[in-house]
């Protein structure tokens, strides 16, 4: 496929997820990936696992571990590293400063995200989201997006039927203010027990299965490289299609319609055909954008224009 292909394609997604919004703008659940914090300073996957490396001796070579990342995957070289240090507070003390913003508390694109949707859930451990509302009841303090509440959840205390009722901002992989971290191979083999065929909790599973079933996701600054997480996402997708197949068969039709997730993607210079694919194959309907998050606001400033004043009075639109 070409430029123009992907085009079109973002433009017939872009619009059936308006017609989502425009039904029932809560359930459209933004899913936050670390992509959507990068800009804030605070470190991608590899620059995290690198820089905790360097509390050791063993790993603080960059390029051989960089080598190791490749060869093992993130979780795996987490725990590695982390059995390395073996020192829990100094492990997790690490962690809290990394997911500090450095270059800015947030930025516009959250601001937007959380303005124009209700709840939020992101695999991010840091603040970003929660400074883009304390941001938006400063600048818009006259105006009705202003003095919003919200809940926040983590890991594992986690609730979809808050979903709905207020904001929430919900942290399924930990919140770094409660030093709770989804990091490692073991804590991936704890909370996704059903990718490993062991035991561990099912709190985290049971908000997901619930939110792919009843909500439609919209997936922002998220690579889909964590495997543990599209290996649930994807058997998720084929038991909910086996048995909408069981009940037919059954003569139980089901009146309920497979339901439709986005994602909004960065587009590479020449496509990317495969993950298309891949998106298609678990219903994800994928809306591109090409160069920086400038461009995924532009996208986000067409899903319903807020005519507002910031707090000088001057007017403005979201």
Known sequence: MIAQDFKKISEKNFEILLEHYNNNDKKLLPFLGSGISTPTGISNWVNLLVDLGKLTKKYNNKESLEKMIKELGYPKTASIIKDEINNE???????VNQFEPKNTLTTSTIIKIMI???????????TTLEEAIKTINFIY??????????NTQDLPDLSTSLLLEKKNIVYLHGYKRNKNFLLTE???????????????????????????????????????????????????????????????????????????????????????????????????KPIYYEGNYSNLEDWLHQIKKIEIKDNQGYPDAI
């Open 186 to 284: 073991n804590d991936y083999r704890y909370f996704y027990p059903s990718n490993y065929g062991g035991e561990g909790s099912e709190d985290l599973e049971e908000f997901l299965r619930s939110i792919i079933k009843d909500m439609n996701l919209v997936f922002m600054g998220f690579s889909f490289k964590d495997k543990d997480f599209m290996k649930f996402f994807k058997n998720r997708i084929e038991k909910i299609r086996l048995n909408r197949v069981r009940n037919d068969t059954k003569g139980y039709q089901s009146k309920n319609v497979e339901n439709s997730h986005f994602a909004f993607i960065k587009l590479k210079d020449k496509g990317d055909e495969e993950q298309y694919k891949m998106l298609n194959d678990m219903n994800i």
């Open 89 to 95: 507070d100094k492990y997790k003390s690490f962690l």
């Open 141 to 150: 303090s006259e105006n009705s997006i202003s003095n919003v509440e919200f």
């Open 116 to 126: 124009k949707f209700f709840s939020v859930v992101t695999t991010n451990y840091d």
